[in-house]
């Protein structure tokens, strides 16, 4: 499926779509957020996390997946500024990100997964620029599900391509238990 937004002279447009999208749904503190189900790789819960020294907040840590070392993004620290509390209902969704040296392994920290919805193309809306507290630059669109708005995140503009970059660098690190 194609990406819902695309950049056109520096403003977002909802690009054009014929069928209806699937997302993966979820809390960050409290609030409903959204990426596309083709992006989402797996769900794991929360488990050995290795905290890293000297990585900005946002980063959890990384985890062994298999063999090889994923970074965990808290995605509450990185949109408003807090670390999230991490419960029984809290999870990593892994996601596949293009940063220049290829595909990359990202886990988000998430509160809660919600569900798989499918949503409209008619009740995709391009993101705000102002009203939100979070970076818009983060936001691919607004979806409109019956009451609620569900922020699209951009997964590829979560984090910067250098910051993209120096998480790569974690992957080539040994892992240490």
């Keep these: 499926m194609s990406n819902l937004i695309r950049k056109e002279n520096g403003k977002n447009a909802v690009a054009v779509q014929e069928q209806i999208g699937q997302f993966l ?24 996390v290795t905290h890293v020294p000297l990585t900005p907040d946002y980063i959890h840590g990384v985890i062994n997946l298999r063999g090889n070392v994923v970074p965990v993004i808290d995605l509450s620290a990185r949109l408003k500024h807090h670390s999230a509390e991490v ?24 509160d809660e997964v919600r569900e798989i919805l499918e949503i409209p193309p008619t009740n995709i809306q391009p993101a705000p620029d102002f009203g939100t507290d979070i970076r818009t ?19 590829n503009h979560v984090l910067s391509l250098e910051e993209l970059s120096q998480l790569s660098g974690l992957n080539n690190e040994q892992l240490v238990d």
């Design 137 to 155: 630059d983060f936001i691919q669109a607004m979806a409109r599900v019956g009451d609620v708005f569900i922020i699209l995140l951009a997964i």
């Design 87 to 110: 419960n029984k209902r809290s999870c990593i969704v892994l996601v596949e990100v293009d940063v220049l040296e290829g595909p990359q392994m990202i886990g988000m920290l998430v």
């Design 25 to 48: 749904t979820f809390l960050v503190d409290k609030e409903n957020f959204a990426i596309n189900i083709l992006d989402v790789k797996e769900i794991i819960e929360i488990a050995n």
